[in-house]
């Protein structure tokens, strides 16, 4: 399995503002993706994290407002740009290891825009 | 377009009995299932899977059973716990891409 580590575990942020979400692998894998979870809902898929490449993002995520940076095979960052409280959500990064089909999951993001 | 799908968002069971979660998918392309438990405050954590070549597959109070001809995979746990009180998603991959369940919030009460 990978073990997957994310900074900061939580935050308050202010309206306007920007927070960029670390994530940390123990291992190369190959895919990396960032999620959201908000309250009482499932997973949606923000955006596939691509390394030497931009990332590739779903329906409803910009790039303007997600930008995701993936400079090698064990690191990502998300920033949450010009935050509102809609925002507000617990944000996780995961990782599909190379001989593995099963995705790993970082303990989350919890972030509160006020 | 919801090609996973938990129909019930919770579920209520006595310590001791069988907990059965289900799940539906509507891709036929899918051939490998997956179910996670998610604690509060925590990341979802894997489970047990499922490859499409199989009908059922054990791991120890954790069975998951596939039915392929209704596109439908069930979450057996027994005995159920107070420790299993979770939400439990299934998911499904395709293409470099998982695609998520609702989930399933399990209560099993002591």
């Known amino acids: 399995s990978a073990v997957i580590s994310q900074k900061p575990s939580r935050d308050i942020c202010q309206r306007g503002t920007s927070l960029t979400i670390q994530c940390q692998v123990d291992?190369?894998?190959?895919?990396m993706f960032w999620y959201r979870q908000q309250p009482g809902q499932s997973l949606t898929l923000i955006a596939t994290a691509n390394q030497g490449s931009e990332a590739t993002y779903e329906s409803g995520f910009v790039i303007d407002k997600f930008p995701i940076s993936r400079p090698n095979l064990t690191f990502s960052t998300l920033t949450v740009s010009n935050m509102s409280p809609e925002d507000s959500s617990i944000y996780l990064c995961s990782a599909t290891p190379w001989d593995r089909g099963e995705q790993y999951f970082g303990p989350g993001t919890r972030l509160t825009v006020t | 377009d919801q090609q996973v799908k938990q129909n019930s968002p919770s579920l209520s069971v006595q310590e001791g009995r069988i907990s059965i979660l289900n799940c539906d998918y509507t891709?036929?392309?899918?051939?490998?299932f997956l179910w996670y438990k998610k604690y509060p405050a925590e990341g979802p954590t894997f489970l047990i899977s499922i490859s499409s070549i199989k009908d059922k597959n054990e791991d120890g109070r954790f069975t998951v059973f596939l039915n392929k001809s209704a596109k439908h995979l069930s979450l057996h746990i027994v005995p159920s716990q107070p420790g299993d009180s979770a939400v439990y998603f299934c998911?499904?991959?395709?293409?470099?891409?998982?695609?998520f369940g609702s989930g399933t919030k399990l209560n099993v009460k002591p």
């Open positions: 891709n036929s392309m899918f051939d490998y």
């Open positions: 291992s190369q894998v190959t895919m």
């Open positions: 998911a499904a991959p395709l293409f470099n891409k998982f695609y």
